[in-house]
């Protein structure tokens, strides 16, 4: 990490002095009390080692991390250097560097053991790097505490995690809950996604269609809302279309 200081605007430093000189000049031409000369000078010294300073040094971690400065003022972030550090981690997560962003979760996973945010970054390295049953394992811990940890996504994770390591009927009944608790689109694919990978094709197709017919019977404006896993959708119905009549033997 760069260790020069950190720069302070020439601007600000501009601004503040010719506000005490004005604040100071005023004070004198009104003779106030003796106590009021020192608020005028410190004043803008504190809100300097409160605001702005801490301010300027978040900016430069962020910085120095690769991370944009915009989004740590986001409503309802936590601030923190551990924060920042499980930022850095996620991007080096999801660019697929996944030795470099281990180590930053286990840090954290050492100074809080139940960390749901680490534990769930350090199940998405593991099954990148081809290690299912290690993410199984952080993956119950983090539905144990919370079975709808970001979004659902950690139980999408999980049926992942529990396919590539051979539990594939605990990944159907895993995702047949999951649609009976939710209903979401994209949950309804992911479960006929696996029942067609598990050989039950004539179920995931019924389970596709149901999702096809239902959107259609929507309102034009409502239909748009799901395109995206429509299109998935039908792409799904093709391919098993396509992978039946390779399967059909030819007169």
């Known amino acids: 990490m760069n260790s020069s200081p ?3 605007s020439n601007s600000y430093i501009v601004v ?28 803008p010294l504190i809100y300097f080692l409160f605001v702005k300073l801490p301010a300027m040094i978040s900016t430069r971690v962020a910085s120095d991390s690769g991370i944009d400065s915009a989004s740590l003022a986001s409503p309802g972030r936590p601030s923190g250097f551990l924060t920042l550090n499980l ?11 996944y030795d470099e962003a281990i180590p930053i979760y286990q840090e954290a996973l ?4 139940h960390d749901l945010r680490a534990l769930h970054g350090m199940a998405r390295c593991e099954l990148g790097l081809s290690h299912p049953r290690a993410a199984v394992t952080l993956l119950e811990q983090v539905l144990t505490a919370d079975r709808e940890y970001r979004n659902y996504g950690a139980a999408l994770d999980y049926a992942d995690a529990l396919w590539l390591a051979g539990q594939k009927q605990d990944t159907i009944e895993l995702l047949e809950g999951l649609v009976k608790n939710t209903g979401r689109i994209n949950h309804r694919l992911a479960f006929a996604h696996y029942l067609g990978s598990f050989g039950d094709i004539q179920r995931a197709r019924s389970e596709v269609g149901q999702v096809i017919d239902e959107n259609a019977a929507l309102p034009p404006s409502e239909q748009l809302k799901d395109k995206f896993w429509i299109e998935r959708a039908t792409r799904m119905l093709a391919d098993w279309e396509q992978a039946s009549e390779r399967l059909t033997p030819t007169e």
Not at 87 to 97: H, M, P
Not at 110 to 113: I, Q
């Open 6 to 8: 950190l720069p302070v």
């Open 16 to 43: 503040v002095s010719v506000f005490i000189v004005w604040m100071l000049f005023d004070a004198t031409r009104r003779r106030v009390a003796w106590f009021w000369y020192p608020v005028i000078v410190l004043a």
């Open 87 to 97: 930022d850095r981690a996620d991007q080096l997560e999801e660019s697929e560097r």
């Open 110 to 113: 050492a100074k809080d053991a």
